[in-house]
């Protein structure tokens, strides 16, 4: 019985994570309409920048996280600037494929730099254990830094001037051009910071599981399924979406064969896209 | 006299095709076509055994070349990167036969991108040996020009039954494994043996290859209290399993997994490696009289030198390969394919990486009858992790680790 109670905790633990990685990507769709497809890539980047500078400095990995918020930021800002910019305003798939261009790129350049190798990063942090089951202290640990980050981005995205302006360009980009808000610089800033967030949650996601150059297809894919369930371009419904999916996880995998678990999200995807196509969060920011 | 210079310069440039080419002529050569996952999922384990052919060919070539009929014959690869994916095998293997005229075939690496390759071989009848393809079924659809290197991957876990039989009569097992074609196919052949050995199989459950995380299985797994966990898949699969049994203390005894463990990549999981052992091909501690081709250790010696990292059972596999084929040539005393595959069918010698012997029944033809498989384990020695042979137990570097935890 604990056990059943055991995997819908493990669940909800590795769903807020997935919850973090769709946060990324639903700010980038909410503010600027366009399907960021080096999620992935940057996701496998967090991971990547967590274990060579925790390599080069030997400190703790959880010390590295806001470094790696920065230059995850910072690349953000370099990708819009180079394959989303010039996309902005255009048919959607014109961005689609760009941003899959670069995405191909990153991840042709990782496997040339590391092959398809495992990297694995040591981490002790104990845990919790109750008869027999163990949460280990890496998911408890990822869980609570993924809250504390979801609340910090809500009140930047609520209470600071930058945020308002994100709101504001998410609502209408040419009123808020109108107020003298200067959109593109905007816009480039809500690119970088939802990359940002697909780099901390692959370094927390580093932190718990070993992972290749190929890692990010995965969380990609579960990305979007957050990003339909908690409802397009809505940052506080992709993390309940997260959560969700965790819950489903957990919850389904006591009671049928794991490889059953992928059939049911997806048949949950469906159902929410049929009957709930603004998602099952919809409160969304983005007064469209 | 200037004149005369420049007919004479133009003659020698009219010239210079016909000598290059007659010079090209008088080095007559084999072409070996194949496709390696330079990327995707298969990326790891499929440059191991490209290592493996690239050595061979250095080896043989710096011989003078492989002697048919005292004539030598330099050996020549084509080869592309297939991405780890079937639809490129499928269009590259065409390409090998049809366009570069290859004379002979690898297999590309994994069973499912080697069954692929087998239907394209079959159709237009090239000779193809598989090496890094374990599944027995491709040998059972009446195939007549595949020759298989590997232990078929029914006898995968045998060695680990009957070592776990040794520690613990009548244990309790959990088979957990990916849902791909191998390791569905030891999966199989491990349920039916386990029963056969008396062991009461407590969970048995397959994930998807691309599972990321296995919590939950961990969780399904302590919860039928097994002593061991017999499973996995190939290599992120498992190298991930590992690490979370570790992370959630599932306290399993034992822990066998398919393909991950081998890898000398796999001991960067430090303490969560420890007792984990592995089904291998082979090992450079086994000690194969070889009566064709280098000794192991020689073999294991040289790659070391040569890339600089330990040799693994897929490039040994892959030297192995080529081994075959040239033993084969030599024995045909022709490079005529239906005369190389007559001479592969009278095969039987050690290697380096074991004894060789192929089924000549129609209904498995080419299946590999007598090559063995070792089990090798990861141990901590003086701190650093090895991994050490520990069955057969006549092949055993190290006395068995158990119970691991």
């Known amino acids: 019985m604990f056990g059943i109670f055991a995997s819908i905790v493990d669940g909800l633990l590795i769903g807020t994570v997935y919850g973090m990685a ?71 798939l014109m961005s689609l494929l760009s941003t899959f261009a670069v995405n191909l790129v990153l991840i ?59 709101r504001a360009v998410a609502g209408n980009r040419v009123a808020a051009e109108l107020v003298g808000i200067p959109t593109t610089r905007v816009l480039a800033l809500a690119f970088g910071l939802g990359v940002a967030l697909a780099c901390v949650s692959g370094a927390l996601i580093a932190t718990m599981f070993p992972f290749t150059v190929l890692s990010g297809s995965s969380y990609q894919l579960k990305s979007f399924v957050v990003t339909i369930l908690g409802g397009l371009g809505n940052p506080a419904g992709a993390l309940l979406g997260g959560i969700a999916l965790g819950l489903i996880e957990g919850l389904a995998t006591p009671f049928m064969p794991v490889s059953w678990t992928t059939v049911i999200e997806f048949v949950v995807f469906v159902l929410v896209l049929i009957a709930f196509p603004r998602g099952l969060f919809n409160f969304t920011f983005r007064r469209s | 006299m200037n004149r005369l210079f420049r007919f004479a310069a133009a003659a020698l440039l009219l010239a210079a095709p016909a000598v290059l080419a007659s010079s090209a002529k008088a080095q007559d050569s084999i072409t070996i076509g ?90 237009y009848g090239a000779l193809m040996i598989t090496a890094g393809a374990a599944e027995a079924k491709t040998y059972e659809l009446g195939n007549k020009y595949l020759f298989q290197l590997y232990t078929p991957a029914d006898n995968y876990l045998t060695g680990a039954l009957q070592a776990i039989k040794l520690k613990k009569p009548g244990a309790t097992i959990a088979l957990v494994y990916s849902d791909d074609p191998f390791s569905k196919a030891v999966a199989i052949a491990t349920r039916e043996q386990a029963k056969t050995m008396g062991f009461k199989i407590v969970l048995d459950e397959s ?26 898949g190939h290599y992120p699969d498992g190298a991930t399993l590992t690490r979370q049994i570790h992370d959630q203390k599932a306290g399993i005894k034992w822990v066998t997994l398919l393909v991950a463990p081998d890898s000398a990549q796999f001991a960067t999981l430090g303490a969560s490696a420890v007792g984990v052992s592995v089904p291998s091909q082979w090992a450079p501690q086994v000690k194969y009289k070889s009566n064709y081709g280098p000794s192991s250790e020689s073999f294991a010696q040289r790659f070391k030198a040569k890339y600089n990292t330990d040799s693994d059972y897929h490039s040994a596999g892959g030297y192995g390969a080529g081994l075959l084929f040239q033993h084969a040539i030599e024995q045909a005393g022709s490079v005529d394919p239906a005369k190389v595959a007559a001479a592969l069918d009278t095969t039987n010698i050690t290697t380096l990486f074991g004894p060789c012997k192929f089924s000549t029944d129609p209904a498995s033809h080419g299946l590999q009858l007598v090559h063995q498989m070792v089990l090798t384990q990861w141990q901590m020695k003086g701190g650093q992790l090895v991994k050490e042979v520990i069955w057969p137990l006549a092949a055993s570097s190290a006395p068995i680790l158990y119970p691991i935890h």
């Open chain 1, 22 to 92: 769709a946060m990324g990507l639903t700010l980038i769709w909410g503010v600027m309409n366009v399907v960021n497809l080096t999620h992935g890539a940057m996701i496998v980047f967090g991971m990547f920048a967590l274990y060579l500078i925790g390599d080069w400095l030997g400190i703790s990995p959880y010390a590295i996280v806001p470094p790696v918020a920065v230059i995850g930021f910072g690349a953000g800002v370099l990708i819009y600037w180079l394959s989303v910019h010039r996309m902005i305003g255009r048919p959607p």
């Open chain 1, 108 to 166: 042709g350049l990782g496997t040339d730099l590391w092959g398809t190798k495992l990297f694995n990063i040591e981490v002790s942090l104990p845990g919790l254990s109750y008869g027999g089951y163990t949460f280990p202290g890496t998911h408890l640990m990822a869980a609570a830094l993924t809250g504390i980050i979801a609340v910090l981005l809500f009140l930047f995205l609520d209470k600071t001037r930058s945020g308002k302006a994100i």
């Open chain 2, 34 to 123: 194949f496709t390696t996952s330079q990327t995707g999922a298969l990326n790891v384990d499929s440059l191991a055994q490209l290592r493996g052919f690239e050595m061979w060919r250095d080896d043989v070539n710096a011989a003078g070349g492989i002697k048919v009929g005292g004539k030598p014959y330099m050996v020549k690869f084509v080869s592309y990167d297939d991405q780890s994916q079937g639809a490129r095998v499928q269009q590259l293997y065409t390409q090998l036969i049809v366009q570069d005229k290859a004379q002979f075939l690898f297999s590309p690496y994994s069973s499912g991108l080697a069954a692929t390759a087998a239907v394209i071989s079959e159709q």
């Open chain 2, 207 to 232: 994930y998807p290859p691309d599972q990321t995380d296995f919590s939950a299985i961990i969780n399904k797994i302590v919860s039928a209290k097994p002593d061991a966990l017999l499973g996995g």
